[in-house]
């Protein structure tokens, strides 16, 4: 589906598999802060602004097609509904990807002791019984007179 | 500069398209006046049958786009900003499952190897004392209680036993038919 200025690359900016998380950092004049504070929440007011100014973007490009009110909105709703077609299957892959960082950061403490108790406790152990082992059963052999001995 | 606001940079490369000749203060204060004028406006007027003429329309399309779309974002915002330190730690996860993996086989070879030694050892002491062979005064003693377990644990047996009732059953016909031929015997 393609869409008319500015949401052209509609995709990049909207779909969750494509989205980049590269991140602009808006520097707020005073004047912009207070008009943002009397709109409420920050993050989502300064948002809303944002797509009021994108949508009226639109509604010019739009008018260039066909100057009636009516096609103009239907065809924003139709944007707007193509976007939020994707928000069921965001907030899937949002909880699933929290959910499995949540539960991995979880399970991480137990792992690195284990792995630990593994790598400093049981191989190391192992390690110094098979050497003290081998020393024994040269002891051994020495004092039996050796392998050929017991054959 | 009094405050700085992060958005996905692709949604601001957007505003940055439709403000060409605007610095991003200015974009940002235009950004944030049609924001309050969203919280500003007011509901539009409905006929009689409840529906809106175009124009009246096309002023909730654009409201409704603007909210919809913002929350949208958000959410976008929080998934695509969270995605490489989710992404670390799953990576991190698959290596310490990995070596996990490979330290475990480490382990059952190790153990293996010194249950072997260990056999040696025992089977030795054993030859040695048939000898004659004071094992304390040969060197290198291994102290039992301070090994490691390499032993395989005794595994469960499942030995199948008939129910009690059938056992004194079949008891019970045992001693019937002894004392059956026991009476034949003598009668």
């Known amino acids: 589906v393609s869409f008319p200025f500015p949401f052209e690359d509609a995709r990049a900016v909207f779909h969750p598999e494509e989205v980049s998380d590269e991140v602009a950092v808006v520097q707020l004049s005073e004047e912009a802060d207070k008009l943002l ?7 989502l007011g300064f948002r809303e602004g944002l797509y009021a100014l994108l949508c009226d973007a639109l509604i010019q490009s739009l008018r260039k097609q066909d100057d009636s009110d009516g096609y103009v909105a239907d065809q924003v709703r139709e944007l707007r509904d193509a976007v939020l077609a994707l928000r069921a299957p965001l907030h899937y892959r949002y909880y699933e990807q929290s959910q499995s960082a949540r539960a991995r950061r979880l399970a991480a403490p137990a ?29 051994l052999r020495r004092a039996t007179g050796g392998e050929r001995a017991l054959t | ?19 060409v000749d605007r610095t991003d203060q200015e974009v940002a204060i235009e950004v944030a006046v049609r924001a309050l004028a969203l919280l500003e406006e007011g509901e539009p007027q409905r006929d009689e049958k409840g529906l809106l ?3 009246d329309r096309l002023m909730v399309a654009r409201r ?31 290596k ?92």
């Open chain 1, 37 to 43: 504070q009397k709109a409420g929440s920050r993050e």
């Open chain 1, 111 to 139: 792992q690195d002791r284990q792995l630990w108790m593994l790598k400093n406790r049981t191989l190391e152990g192992l390690r110094r019984d098979i050497a003290d082992y081998r020393a024994r059963i040269r002891a």
């Open chain 2, 1 to 19: 500069v009094t405050s700085e606001i992060e958005v996905l940079a692709k949604e601001w490369q957007l505003a940055r398209r439709v403000c």
């Open chain 2, 53 to 55: 003429g175009p124009t």
């Open chain 2, 64 to 94: 409704t786009f603007a909210e919809g779309l913002a929350d949208y974002s958000w959410l976008l915002f929080r998934f695509a900003t969270e995605r490489p330190e989710a992404h670390r730690i799953r990576e991190e996860d698959d």
């Open chain 2, 96 to 187: 310490a499952l990995a070596e996990l993996a490979h330290l475990s086989r480490l382990l059952q070879d190790l153990r293996e190897e010194a249950r072997r030694l260990k056999a040696e050892v025992i089977r030795l002491e054993a030859f040695a004392t048939e000898r004659g062979i004071d094992l304390d005064k040969v060197p290198a003693a291994i102290d039992w209680t301070n090994t490691m377990l390499v032993d395989e644990p005794p595994r469960f047996q499942f030995v199948y036993r008939e129910p009690v009732r059938r056992r004194l059953r079949q008891r019970l016909a045992r001693w019937s038919a002894k004392l059956k031929s026991g009476r034949r015997t003598s009668g």
